[in-house]
């Protein structure tokens, strides 16, 4: 019997510690498409993803680049798609932030290498510029009902501190019960000064993150689009769902309209991950949400995501919970207790 799923792609800040030989432990098989990678990163003088998943050693200094995180997620994540079970049918493809790119190549639209090429220019870029940072902070409780009223005061916050002169902050990424926020220093120190510390971590800083998806990205969506030009996409073999909740068809995709937006708008513009999910669970009903790996933090976004729109009854953490105790319908292959689900 066949099971429907949903394919979703985390984003940077995936690749951590326990990660480490994620390529190595789960996909030895693979390696000739590794070894692709490693080249192309060979030409621009890097080291190769296969290098730096088979170190000894773990540096939070290292690891968390945008040169080298963001390889080394794509390879993962690819590869995990990669792997279904036969009897998983692939119905839509999504991603969270730089998801998104590895979403194109999951789905079809890039090839495996011009996937690579893609994030590793972008991810290069963003590190060698570094334009602001990133915050994140929650609008919901522990329990995750959704509180519209506190997610429309953080953002009126968000706003006013970007109206002081020398301040920059904006929504970055609408991710589940979270805000990311980017900005400027200024802005981030402002946002932090004004808001009190909520369980236990946030406002928390995301290391080597720069103000991805806001207008302070303007030059690097500039160089990214000097440098990968639109004949690398291609038509996708499965529908994908951008960071707008738009959905691009199989056959029926622009794809220069494709290209400027991969480069355009989901560099410059918030990225709203909530409503790609919730795009996703209403247009395609799957049986499945199945988070690749590396790490397995995007899964509580996506479970937010979904008991905020009251998917399939879904309204809290305990309601989450008790369904997917009585039948997972949220899988993320990061987690070794799940991945057998998805690749059988």
């Known amino acids: 019997m066949t099971r429907t799923a949903v394919v979703i792609c985390p984003g940077r800040?995936?690749?951590?510690?326990?990660?480490?030989?994620?390529?190595?432990?789960?996909?030895?098989?693979?390696?000739?498409?590794?070894?692709?990678?490693?080249?192309?990163?060979?030409?621009?003088?890097?080291?190769?993803?296969?290098?730096?998943?088979?170190a000894a050693r773990f540096a939070v200094s290292t690891y968390s680049r945008g040169d080298v995180a963001s390889p080394l997620i794509y390879a993962a994540a690819l590869a995990d798609a990669q792997s279904l079970a036969d009897d998983i049918e692939v119905v839509a493809v999504t991603g969270n932030s730089m998801g998104w790119y590895i979403a194109l190549a999951a789905a079809g639209a890039l090839s495996a290498e011009n996937g690579l090429r893609v994030v590793n220019t972008m991810g290069s870029l963003m590190q060698d510029h570094l334009i602001g940072g990133q915050l994140v902070y929650p609008f919901t409780d522990d329990s995750w009902v959704d509180s519209a009223n506190q997610k429309q005061a953080l953002l009126q916050d968000v706003s006013d501190i970007n109206?002081?002169?020398?301040?920059?902050?904006?929504?970055?990424?609408?991710?589940?019960?979270?805000?990311?926020?980017?900005?400027?220093?200024?802005?981030?120190?402002?946002?932090?000064?004004?808001?009190?510390?909520?369980?236990?971590?946030?406002?928390?800083?995301?290391?080597?993150?720069?103000?991805?998806?806001?207008?302070?990205?303007a030059p690097i969506a500039a160089e990214g689009r000097?440098?990968?030009?639109?004949?690398?996409?291609?038509?996708?073999?499965?529908?994908?769902?951008?960071?707008?909740?738009?959905?691009?068809?199989?056959?029926?995709?622009?794809?220069?309209?494709?290209?400027?937006?991969?480069?355009?708008?989901?560099?410059?513009?918030?990225?709203?991950?909530?409503?790609?999910?919730?795009?996703?669970?209403?247009?395609?009903?799957?049986?499945?949400?199945?988070?690749?790996?590396?790490?397995?933090?995007?899964?509580?976004a996506v479970a937010q995501s979904l008991t905020m729109a009251g998917w399939s009854g879904m309204t809290d953490k305990a309601s989450f919970i008790a369904r997917q105790e009585d039948s997972p319908i949220l899988v993320a292959m990061g987690r070794e207790d799940q991945r057998a689900l998805a690749t059988g």
Do not use: C
Not at 169 to 198: K, Q, R, W, Y
Not at 260 to 289: K, M
């Open 13 to 54: 800040g995936t690749y951590n510690k326990p990660e480490l030989g994620y390529l190595h432990r789960h996909h030895a098989d693979k390696m000739s498409m590794f070894q692709r990678f490693d080249a192309l990163r060979a030409e621009a003088g890097q080291e190769g993803v296969t290098t730096l998943d088979g």
């Open 163 to 217: 109206a002081v002169e020398g301040q920059d902050l904006a929504l970055s990424i609408d991710l589940g019960g979270m805000l990311v926020l980017a900005g400027n220093e200024a802005g981030l120190a402002a946002f932090e000064a004004s808001h009190p510390t909520v369980q236990d971590r946030f406002p928390m800083r995301l290391p080597n993150h720069a103000a991805f998806h806001t207008s302070l990205q």
């Open 226 to 300: 000097a440098r990968l030009k639109p004949d690398m996409f291609g038509q996708p073999r499965h529908p994908m769902i951008d960071g707008r909740g738009k959905i691009w068809w199989p056959g029926a995709t622009d794809t220069e309209a494709l290209w400027d937006y991969t480069l355009g708008h989901q560099v410059t513009e918030p990225y709203d991950f909530t409503h790609a999910i919730q795009t996703a669970a209403r247009e395609f009903a799957s049986d499945l949400f199945i988070v690749t790996g590396p790490g397995a933090t995007l899964g509580g």
